[in-house]
């Protein structure tokens, strides 16, 4: 007897994690493009009008145009980029694990719709008790170090 998976689409969810106060707005888009992450940052700006809004990203190309007009009309928003295999450094990284775990693992949706549903009513029951994480690092290693030369002694 085998088993058959079915898979019944896809959700693809944009996140904004408040640093300040650990509250998170989210949206979901059936495609995972520039046009949708611009709308998702429409959305992130109109919740914080007139304020300096720094957006921590890492260097998906639906992030990072060659010549970004998008950003050139919006002044206070600024973007910085986690360097390459560093997504630890984006506490919203840290957050969409908390989601899966909390959330998402070990589940089976029969529907995107469904699937979005479920994150919508985690987002909510986060927000109710959200705090800012209590994030930081005392030294920060290679889970995979590498042997050099140097460690070799006579």
């Known amino acids: ?16 994690l408040n640093v300040l106060t650990g509250t998170v707005s989210g949206m979901h888009t059936q495609r995972r493009r520039r046009e949708e992450f ?3 940052m429409n959305e992130v700006v109109a919740d914080y009008p007139d304020q300096e809004i720094h957006v921590i990203l890492d260097n998906l190309s639906t992030h990072k145009p060659k010549h970004d007009a998008w950003l050139a009309r ?5 973007f910085h980029f986690t360097p390459t ?3 630890w450094l984006n506490q919203v990284e840290v957050w969409f694990s908390i ?7 070990h589940s089976s949706f ?25 994030w930081k ?13 140097a460690d070799f002694r006579e």
């Open 1 to 16: 007897m085998s088993h058959e998976y079915k898979r019944h689409g896809t959700t693809t969810p944009f996140a904004a």
């Open 74 to 78: 919006h002044p206070n928003v600024h």
């Open 110 to 134: 029969q529907s995107p719709r469904e699937e979005r549903a479920r994150i919508d009513a985690f987002i909510s029951a986060y927000n109710r008790n959200a705090r800012p994480f209590n």
């Open 137 to 149: 690092a005392t030294a920060v290693r290679s889970s995979h170090p590498r042997r050099s030369i």
């Open 38 to 40: 611009l709308s998702f």
């Open 99 to 105: 989601l899966e775990r909390q959330a998402l693992k």
């Open 85 to 87: 295999h560093a997504s």
